[in-house]
Every structure is written in structure tokens, then in C-alpha cells.
């Protein structure tokens, strides 16, 4: 067969078995079809399918098809990444500084704190560590990768459990854009490169003026013009930031943060975002199941999931409690949001790809941080859907 009709192949898997198993198999409760695309990447990886059936596995995923799908996985996560920029308020946090505040730094912190323990066991064991990183960058690393709240997960999720737009939606939707900012400035000074510094800070001189161009330009055409040049503006963002040493996600969420979710019609924004993870994403849940590896062992591998997972429950949860016990909220409540905002999924996925691009991690620590974000996300609606049954009316 030639590449065209082994990418076929390969397409007609990606979006055909998850979904059959999230339909037959009726898992929207514990598992939504998104979950479902992202164990599906990781069983259709050289860990389980490569090593069950490796012919198979060989003829369809060729390096030349695994190439055109990495293609489409990277365009498909810089639209996500940027469309969660565009879609940070800032605004109702400021009004709200310090609950959001508190909130934020105890939810963001706590795990943190725990999750870089945890990297701690993991650094004095061979095989968890990339060539290229130094501890601190692993420990902050993992750190951070326990602390992300996925926030368009979030979103689909308080859609599902009907709180989006109740109040205590919207100040769980503050507290994880908070985070969300903290989550890239992190990523940031991880992929600080010494060697490379003064294009990097080049790269932030620059774009500071070309987003305030970029802001006036947006203000004075037609809506129309304003999603032709978002794009532009994203790939060039990227584009930038990948060339200073960073990485083109941290362009691609910059660009979209710099601009102003009211510019855009709402409705539009939300179906460009089902349609991205509708039609794109897929490919990126499939590109990411291709970098899973069990080399250490599966057993291993699983254990440090374990551990990781934990580890960033147990950090949210306590940190979501201090919150609620200094702001004085009701009984449940805070264990309601802790719950909610320890999602993980999408953002940690990337956060991971990025870690693993620039080899501060080994693909076999972004296995176990892949099956943990898996966990969270899981347990998610199972254990939240009675919590809202037995707590009081949200304020």
C-alpha cells in the first residue's frame, strides 16, 4: 500500500474505535468520548498494540504516516492551547483577587509541593530523568504536572454536571484560569535555555510590540478579518517562540492570551473548540499514544502513576480545604472543587509532550504522567455527581 491509504488506515482507526467503545460500550459516565480518544492513543501505542501484535503495528504506522500525523497533532493542539488563551477572564479574577487568590495559590501550591516529592523518590531511581534536564527542571517539572487543572475539561465536564453557569461554576472557572497562566510561566522557566537566552528575551521584547499592534489591528477590522488573523498571529507566534528555545505551545497559548475573548462571538468560539476536538484532537490523543513506552517495565511504570496520582489528590484536596477553611465556605464545598479542578487530561497531556520534546523527561515517565492524568480524569464525574447531590444550593 502506499502512504495515502496507510494514513487512511490510520485515520479510519483513530476516530473509528473510540468511538464504538464510548457507544457500545456506554461510558459516558465514568469515561466521555474524549477520555476515551486518549486511552485509545495509548492502546493503539508500541506499548500495547506495537507489543501485541508488532506486524500490524509496523505496516500501519510507518515513519512516514506517523510524520503526517504528528503534522496535524501539532496544528490541532496550538488551536486548543490558543483558544484557551483567547477564553481566559481575568477580569471577574481581579474583582474577586482575593478568594481567587487564596483559592488559586492553595490549589495550584499544594500539589505542587507534593507532586515534587513524589519526582524526588522518582530522581533517585535511573531512567526517570531526561538526558537534557537538570533535577530541579524534573522536580518542577513533575511538580507542576500534578498541580495542572485542565481547563477546557473542566468546562466540558461542568457543561455535563449543569454548573457552568451556576456561581460556583464561574469562580471554579477563575480559580483554574488563574493557574492556567502560573501552569505556562512555569513551563517557561523549565525551557529556559542559558545558551539561548538572549533570543528568548528578544522573543519577549518582541512580541510585547507585536501584540500591542496585534490588539489595535483586531480592534479595527470586521470580525470576519479577526479569525483570518488569529491564525496567522498563532502561527507566527509559534512559530517565534519555538525559534528563542521555548516551545511553540508557549507561543501558541501567548498569542491567544493577548487577545480578548469579546472580540469573537462567543457561540463561534465555542463551536471552533467542539470542532477542533471534534476533528483534530484525535490525532493528537493517537501522536501521544505513539510516545508511550513500558522499557521499564510495566509494573514500574504503573507504580510511579500511582504514586503521581496520589500525590496530586491528596495536594488538591488538602489545598482546596485550607482555602475553604480560610474563606469560610460551606460544609462539602470545598472538597466539591477540589475534585473538580484535580482533572486532568488535555493540559497535562501537552504540558507532558513538551517536557518530553525537550527531553527533561524519559518516555517512560510520561507514560505513568499520561495513565495519571487518565485516572483524574475518570474519577472526576463519578465522585462528583453524588457531592452535588448532598450539597447545599452553590452561592
Known sequence: MNTSELFLIAMTIIFGLPYLVWRLGRTEYWAPLVVVQIVGGILLGPGVLGAAVPAYYQFVFTPTVIQSLNGLAWWAVMLFVFIAGIELDLRAAWQHRRESGITAGLALGMPLLLGSGAALVLL?????????????????????????????????????????RQPLGQRILRYASLDDIAIWGVLALILMDWQRVGRQAAF?????????????????VPERDRWYLALVWLALSGFVADWAGLHFMVGAFLAGAVLDAHWFDQDKMDLLRHHV????????????GLRTHWDSGGVAVFGAAALLLVAQLIGKLAGLRLAGRVLGWPPGEASLI?????????????????????????????????????????????????MLARTAAPR
Not at 213 to 219: I, S
Request: contains cysteine; hydrophobic residues 65%; proline residues 4%.
Open 124 to 164: 533517585n531511581q535511573a531512567g526517570w530523568m531526561g538526558a537534557q534536564a537538570q533535577p530541579w527542571q524534573f522536580v518542577l517539572g513533575i511538580g507542576m504536572a500534578c498541580a495542572v487543572t485542565a481547563l477546557p475539561i473542566l468546562i466540558l465536564f461542568m457543561e455535563k454536571l449543569a454548573i457552568l
Open 204 to 220: 519577549l521584547g518582541i512580541f510585547v510590540l507585536c501584540a500591542w499592534a496585534m490588539r489595535r489591528l483586531m480592534q479595527a
Open 277 to 288: 476536538l471534534l476533528v483534530l484532537m484525535p490525532v493528537f490523543f493517537l501522536s501521544t
Open 338 to 386: 477540589g475534585w473538580l479542578l484535580q482533572t486532568k487530561a488535555l493540559i497535562m497531556i501537552i504540558f507532558a509532550n513538551i517536557l518530553l520534546d525537550k527531553q527533561v523527561i524519559t518516555a517512560e515517565t510520561f507514560t505513568a504522567l499520561l495513565l495519571m492524568a487518565v485516572a483524574s480524569t475518570m474519577l472526576t464525574v463519578p465522585v462528583v455527581t453524588p
